[in-house]
């Protein structure tokens, strides 16, 4: 066998570089991941009390991947807390913005349109309403 040279180090590091790494960080970006839960409700869903979503403000139903506000009005609107960049169920809401645990997209819970990149969609709208005091959303009719 004849002999061959040995590597260098910077052969090994070049066909390290160039070397795809199968699934190397997609688990959290992808839909089923890690922060990723049940997609939003395919059916309504009771979600709590009217009340618990002040004039102005929003509540975040993680359970549900829902995030309801109320306009100054007293009207109410409902999306999916289901980041539209990479998937990922967003667990946070503090004050009326929802911040996405996975690359940071934020978004307003108000009208749910994108406040921080990376997400460049808005948040899907779902249906709302009030039946015997609670809160009911579901997929847009």
């Given amino acids: 066998m004849p002999d061959r040279p040995a590597a260098t180090r910077r052969t090994v590091l070049r066909g390290a570089a160039l070397t795809p790494v199968a699934g190397l960080g997609l688990a959290a970006c ?18 709590g009390p009217e009340s618990e979503v002040p004039k102005g403000g929003a509540k975040l139903y993680r359970d549900a991947n829902v995030v ?6 007293g ?16 667990n ?15 978004f307003d819970a108000l009208d749910g349109k994108v406040v921080q990149s990376p997400a460049s969609v808005p948040l899907t709208e779902l249906s709302v309403e009030v039946k015997n005091g609670g809160i009911v959303a579901g ?3």
């Fill in 92 to 106: 946070k809401l503090s004050g009326t913005t929802l911040i996405c645990p996975c690359h940071g997209s934020e």
């Fill in 30 to 47: 992808s839909p089923g991941g890690q922060g990723a839960g049940p997609a939003a409700p395919t059916a309504p869903v009771t979600l």
């Fill in 139 to 141: 997929p847009a009719s």
């Fill in 68 to 73: 309801v506000s109320r306009a100054a009005d």
């Fill in 75 to 90: 009207s109410l609107k409902a999306y999916s807390s289901i980041c539209t960049h990479a998937g990922c169920a967003i």
